[in-house]
């Protein structure tokens, strides 16, 4: 495992990652979640017999991957993930927040770090159609979306969802925000800034009196963005009473399913002081597994096992597939 936790970032980023689709098929799917507003979901059943795999007896359960800001679902944690649970039984569903994954046409309006109506509108259509174990697995800003929507779901989750896991997860926007802006992480604030520019830039041309371009050129930290454009757009106000509603440690203690959170001690992008949350005291469903080194979604390790954040989060779902809910 890198040591440096920017290697550990950066590595992992451009560190090639298997291509499942090749062995099994992908059924991409425009889902409506709401009048008006489609998400792209790209999902993978392990039903046909894999090149050179026994194909498996019966499906374990379902997951429901969620990428980070201003990812898809062809991030390589996303691929690597799919491709271990495939290989185990797992359906795969990689879901993309709204207008992500090349998909601007599919909805007017865009996504935000606390916005959990498109996923829950597709957890209930999983849950109406299979009686499998299903688990969303949330990743960076996905982890908070994810957190959010059990704990805003609280008793009412296990009808819907087995347990829920969030990785390298901003639990407090505001600290994570302010963590980006530091001198150290100005590569990383640079290439969500510019990705989120063209966002808006291509929003631009679908509805120029929603997304106006004037602001663009003052925007120096994710911080001005979220002003001048989440909070505006969605209806917060500030970025200040954006990241104050939307952060997930204030659902943290109503979760009612079991959460694993993964986070590594040297995230450069998450403040480890973050996590010490009561929550994690008082409430038993939420395990939280710190590792010394990691970075932010860098889990690489030496040898055999080079993508372990895979198997580990799969040996905790199917570890608590048969486990008795909490629901005090």
């Not at 194909?55 to 690597?80: D, F, N, Q, W």
């Not at 990689?94 to 509108?121: K, P, V």
């Not at 009196?209 to 969605?234: G, M, N, Q, S, W």
């Amino acid at each position: 495992m890198f040591r440096n936790p920017h290697l550990a970032t950066i590595a992992a980023n451009f560190w090639p990652r298997p291509e499942s689709e090749r062995q099994w098929p992908v059924e991409a799917v425009a889902f409506q979640t709401e009048p008006g507003v489609r998400v792209l979901v790209h999902s993978q059943p392990p039903l046909e017999k894999p090149i050179g795999q026994r194909p498996p007896e019966k499906l374990t359960g379902e997951l429901i991957l969620v990428h980070g800001l201003e990812g898809s679902s062809a991030a390589g944690y996303a691929r690597s993930m799919v491709q271990a649970a495939l290989q185990r039984g797992w359906a795969t569903h990689r879901f993309n927040m709204r207008g992500c994954g090349d998909a601007d046409e599919l909805a007017l309006t865009g996504y935000h770090a606390g916005q959990t109506s498109d996923l829950l509108a597709f957890l209930r259509e999983r849950r109406r159609t299979s009686s499998l174990p299903i688990f969303v697995i949330g990743f960076s800003l996905g982890g908070n979306v994810t957190l959010k929507l059990a704990g805003e779901l609280a008793e009412g989750a296990g009808e819907l969802l087995t347990g829920v896991c969030a990785v390298s997860t901003p639990i407090d926007l505001a600290a994570c925000v302010a963590a980006l802006a530091e001198p150290r992480n100005f590569i990383y604030q640079g290439r969500f800034l510019s990705r989120l520019k063209d966002r808006i830039r291509r929003k631009n041309r679908q509805a120029p009196d929603v997304y106006t371009l004037e602001h663009l050129p003052k925007i120096r930290t994710i911080e001005d963005f979220d002003d001048h454009y989440t909070a505006r757009l969605f209806g917060f106000g500030t970025a200040a009473n954006y990241f104050r509603t939307q952060s997930s440690n204030q659902f943290l203690e109503r979760i009612r399913v079991p959460a694993l959170l993964v986070q590594a001690k040297d995230d450069p992008l998450v403040p480890f002081q973050i996590f010490e949350h009561p929550a994690f005291d008082r409430n038993p469903c939420l395990t939280l597994m710190a590792v010394e080194h990691g970075g932010h979604l860098g889990f690489l390790s030496r040898g055999k096992d080079r993508f372990w954040l895979d198997g580990t989060v799969l040996d905790w779902a199917e570890g608590n597939i048969n486990r008795p809910k909490h629901v005090s």
